[in-house]
């Protein structure tokens, strides 16, 4: 006989790890109707950020590299054309890293080192004090940035269509920046994404662990008018290489995930893998956080736009 998924057969355990007002907006988003669209629309969303970054991938994880693009993207934005010690520069994102247990500071100067290499980033030294260099995003690195926040609008739009995320993009240009500018300040405040889901930051803390994740929760959700779980096999050279990471460490990473009782069975090298139902709960619920999040900021990303309350 076929089993279905309860969504909500572990929302105590989830609930219990954070504050009741956060829970409630995750579980607001999540049992949206049209909920798990906007869970498919988002795959791929991370993936120019993720994948195909092998050297950057050494330097720093994916969970830790997407917060850090994020804060790298702020200090820009908010940078004070008046005053040189404001904006991206390597102390500045140190700093920021620090505060936020994101990264060492020489890890810090090795991404940006590699950010520049890799044509995202490039220096100019500051007009008003020439012994300030700042680090500003390239055309490339921006057209990657524009291309995430309209899959994220996409995303959060096959969910809760209502918004209309994407024509209010297409009225608004500015809307993306506003709205990341919003959400690095969420992330300064002390906002953790992942410390309600310890089932998600196992994968997401291993190079090409997020993609793989996302890839393996939604093939094994096989939906008809109710979600079922059901193994899936992968074959985990052509995976390692489609989302940047390493095949040894993502099979390490799946055979752990079994003994922590995220996997039903033994992954048999990625020939059976059978995500748990608190694995599957943990991600949707992850998931309703993650564009809940960024469907708030957008919110208050158009109220500054416009002025409004």
């Known amino acids: 006989m076929t089993e279905y998924l309860d969504i909500r057969a572990h929302d105590a355990l989830f609930a219990s790890r954070t504050t009741a007002e956060d829970w409630a907006r995750i579980v607001a988003f999540r049992d949206r109707p049209a909920f798990l669209d906007g869970v498919r629309r988002h795959e791929g969303t991370m993936q120019p950020f993720f994948a195909h970054n092998l050297i950057l991938n050494r330097v720093v994880t ?3 590299r997407f917060q850090m693009l994020v804060i790298t993207l702020y200090l820009h934005d908010t ?4 005053d040189p010690r404001t904006g991206l520069t390597v102390t500045n994102l140190q700093k920021s890293c ?3 247990k994101l990264a060492s500071p020489g890890r810090v100067y090795a991404f940006l080192n590699i950010m520049k290499l890799g044509g995202y980033l490039s220096a100019v030294r500051s007009p008003i004090d020439s012994r300030v260099v700042h680090l500003e ?7 990657t940035v524009e291309q995430w926040n309209d899959q994220i609008f996409a995303s959060i739009d ?5 918004g209309a995320l994407l024509a209010l993009r297409a009225r608004h240009p500015e809307l993306g920046r506003y709205m990341r500018t919003s959400g690095a300040e969420g992330l300064l405040d002390g906002w953790d994404a992942l410390g309600p889901f310890p089932e998600v930051l196992h994968f997401a803390s291993t190079d090409g662990g997020w993609l793989m994740m996302e890839n393996l929760v939604l093939r094994s959700m096989h939906t008809e008018s109710r979600a079922c779980i059901e193994p899936v096999s992968l074959n985990m050279r052509a995976t ?8 040894s460490n993502l099979i390490r990473t799946l055979e752990s995930g079994y003994h922590l009782g995220l996997l039903d069975a033994p992954p048999r090298g990625g020939s059976h893998i059978l995500p748990s139902s608190r694995m599957t709960c943990a991600f949707l619920a992850f998931m309703a956080s993650f564009l809940g999040y960024f469907q708030h900021h957008t919110r208050i990303a158009l109220a500054r736009i416009t002025g409004s309350p």
Not at 137 to 143: D, I, K, L, S, Y
Not at 158 to 162: F, V
Not at 240 to 247: E, N, P, T, V, W
């Open 137 to 143: 995003p390239t055309a490339r690195f921006m057209a």
């Open 79 to 82: 940078r004070d054309a008046l």
């Open 240 to 247: 390692a290489k489609q989302f940047g990471g390493s095949r």
């Open 98 to 100: 620090a505060r936020l």
């Open 62 to 64: 994916e969970v830790w």
């Open 158 to 162: 096959s969910a809760a269509p209502e």
